[in-house]
């Protein structure tokens, strides 16, 4: 009965331990001030090298800044990465985005990528939402090529701009993705 007990008590405490650590809610936690730090010089970065989309920034009503993503691919692929969204200059809330493919792909890389929200419906949306999927009101403007990005009449009626820059890595292929962005307590 002794070793029963033990047994008992030692399994308990496993078990324990496993779901304690599994209950953190970010308390006391410096993965938001590193996640703000990475999105300063995300956006220096951004900035400096593609001038115009500072006049995107400031006609924006919120910016999801993701300073790296990093996905991989084998017949099946994912990536994740976490961020922060801005208004008027401030961090509001924090996010992770979880990216999904499947198809004929082979490869890794690392990117950034700024989501736009030109928009004040289009930002209510996104964080009102439980979990927002990138998809049709995104716009896709920038792969790394070209300094050309800037707020215009046609970016002032698309709903979301995403600007993708600062690729590394290796990705061939041929997919079908998602990206879910969701909010998150670092």
């Known amino acids: 009965m002794t070793q029963f007990t033990r047994r008992s008590f030692t399994l308990a405490a496993l078990a324990g331990a496993g779901m304690t650590a599994a209950c953190g809610n970010g308390v006391g936690s410096t993965a938001s001030s590193t996640i703000d730090a ?3 010089k995300t956006l220096d970065y951004l900035y400096g090298r593609y001038p115009n989309t500072r006049d995107l920034a400031e006609k924006s009503n919120g910016m999801l800044v993701m300073p790296l993503v990093t996905e991989a691919g084998f017949g099946i692929g994912g990536g994740y ?3 922060a969204l801005r ?3 401030a961090t509001v809330d ?6 999904g493919s499947i198809g ?4 890794a890389q690392q990117f ?3 989501l736009f929200f030109m928009t004040e419906d289009a930002l ?3 964080r009102h939402s439980p979990g927002w999927a990138a998809g049709a009101d995104a716009e896709y403007v920038l792969k790394d090529q070209g300094g050309n990005v800037r707020a215009d009449t046609t970016t002032a009626t698309t709903p979301v701009v995403a600007v993708i820059f600062g690729q590394a890595g290796l990705m061939a292929g ?3 993705e998602g990206v879910k962005y969701t909010r998150i307590i670092p």
Not at 94 to 99: D, H, M, P, Q, R
């Open 38 to 40: 990475r999105v300063d």
């Open 174 to 176: 041929a997919t079908l």
């Open 94 to 99: 924090y996010y992770s985005a979880t990216k």
């Open 87 to 89: 208004v008027e200059g």
């Open 104 to 107: 004929l792909q082979i490869g």
């Open 124 to 126: 209510m949306r996104f």
């Open 81 to 83: 990465g976490r961020g």
């Open 112 to 114: 950034a990528h700024v």
